[in-house]
């Protein structure tokens, strides 16, 4: 991706071959070399120097009293645009659990269900920023590489700007809810035969050729989006509780949302708004069968080992090769959280337990009640904190996971008697 200037999705004009900051206070910058780029004058998805991961900069990042609105556009400020390609995407539910929250002995336990977006999955917050982008940059085939979210969401957001879609799925690991939205809204489905990290190589080289722009949460414009998670957490949290949460306890795959999370706080940070000492722990939760993350904290490295063999039921975080890993672990560190590996078995059980209080969840949304509860009885997480888990994924996104964990349909005869013979038995 080195070759920007003969990029041929760039937009027309010299993008400019000398890295400059952009006037209005927004630029990307590498978080290894600190290199700086003008934010839309070419497309970029990591930095021409080193090969590092960017982000989006801005030089006065507001605080709470800027933001008005609703949905993630109540953000703006805190966005690279001033508006996206929306459906009202954000506001989401932040429930009060109170069964879970004093089985599982904490002071306060909320859960945010991501899965209330548009599309059901918090992907949303980061398309309505990243397809508005690629609007911006004059692109007008847009693809990502997914579990099966990212994909859903990429063809909703994309159809509604008007543009092509492309995405990317491992062939059989792909939850049947999403696939059906990918193909409703009109993407053009490719079945790959591998992995998730396999799809995400090759999209990655066919952005690099110019033949897509890259949607995956690679491209820092996306994790903008999904920032608001953060901002909506604490600013509700704070109204319906008087405080913020000590901890918030996600499911990690690709590790974009623990980066886009930490980014948010760093910039209340920044803004005067959030004292260093009462930033959010953030504590990620991956399936044992695809743990990379959980390793690397356990093993106090920087280096993520790309698991090439993953396997877990909850889809959704199959992923042996988190892309975003160099800006997740830092977030995890700095904020003194930690990551934390749990069974298929635990997500059910999990998944179980949100669906009592009413929360349909898919089940790597679950990994992180299922988390919660590990670090608990371990005592790693007191009883004296208040904690916000998020769930990422909607129940119908995996209908059979839902059904395969629940209660099985009894067959009846179309009779009142018989129905009652039946509920007797
Ligand atoms: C994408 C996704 C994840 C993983 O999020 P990352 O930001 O890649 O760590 C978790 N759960 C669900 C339901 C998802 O769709
Ligand atoms: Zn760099």
Not at 13 to 22: F, I, K, L
Not at 364 to 385: H, K, N, P, T, Y
Request: hydrophobic fraction near 40%; proline fraction near 6%; glycine fraction near 10%.
């Amino acid at each position: 991706m080195s070759d920007q200037a003969a990029h041929p999705l760039a937009l027309e004009g010299t993008p400019s071959p000398t890295p400059s900051v952009a006037t209005d206070g927004t630029w990307l910058e590498c978080i290894e070399c600190g290199e700086t780029f003008a934010p839309f004058s070419a497309i970029r998805y990591t930095c021409d120097d080193c090969t590092g991961l960017l982000e989006v900069r801005y030089a006065d990042p507001p605080g709470f009293d800027a933001f008005s609105g609703t949905g993630v556009w109540r953000y703006r400020d805190a966005l690279p645009l001033e508006r996206g390609v929306s459906a009202q995407e954000g506001d989401t539910p932040l429930y009060r659990v109170p069964r879970l929250e004093a089985e599982i002995g904490v002071e306060a336990l909320r859960i945010k269900h991501e899965g209330m977006n548009p599309t059901g999955s918090f992907k949303d917050r980061g398309m309505t920023v990243g397809v508005a982008v690629a609007r911006e940059l004059g692109v007008d085939r847009l693809a990502c590489a997914s579990t099966g979210n990212t994909s859903a969401a990429l063809a909703a957001y994309g159809s509604r700007g008007g543009m092509e879609t492309l995405v990317l799925l491992p062939a059989g690991k792909v939850a049947a809810g999403k696939i059906a939205q990918a193909s409703l809204h009109g993407a053009r489905i490719l079945e790959v035969d591998g992995n998730f990290d396999t799809c995400l190589d090759i999209v990655q080289d066919l952005a690099a050729r110019g033949a897509v722009y890259l949607l995956n949460s690679l491209n820092p414009f996306r994790l903008e989006g999904q920032k608001t998670i953060g901002f909506e957490i604490l600013e509700t949290f704070d109204r319906e509780y008087g405080a913020w949460p000590d901890r918030i306890v996600l499911p990690v795959g690709n590790a974009g949302n623990t980066s886009a999370l930490y980014k948010a706080f760093r910039e209340l940070v920044e803004a005067g708004h959030l004292e260093p000492a009462d930033v959010p722990k953030l504590t990620g939760v991956q399936a044992e069968g695809a743990a990379p993350m959980v390793e690397a904290v356990e093993n106090g490295t920087n280096a993520v080992r790309r698991w090439d063999e993953v396997e877990t039921r909850a889809t959704a975080i199959r992923i042996g090769n988190p892309v975003n890993a160099p800006k997740a672990l830092p977030g995890i560190r700095e904020t003194g959280g930690t990551a934390v590996a749990v069974s298929d078995e635990a997500i059910t059980d999990a998944q179980r337990d949100l669906a009592t209080e009413g929360i349909g969840v898919e089940p790597a949304s679950a990994a992180s009640v299922a988390g919660l509860r590990a670090l608990r009885e371990r005592g790693i997480v007191g009883d004296d904190e208040r904690v916000a888990c998020l769930t990422t994924g909607h129940l119908l996104k995996d209908p059979e996971a839902a059904a395969a964990a629940g209660s099985d349909p009894e067959p009846v005869p179309g009779d009142t008697e018989g129905v009652l013979a039946a509920l007797e038995e």
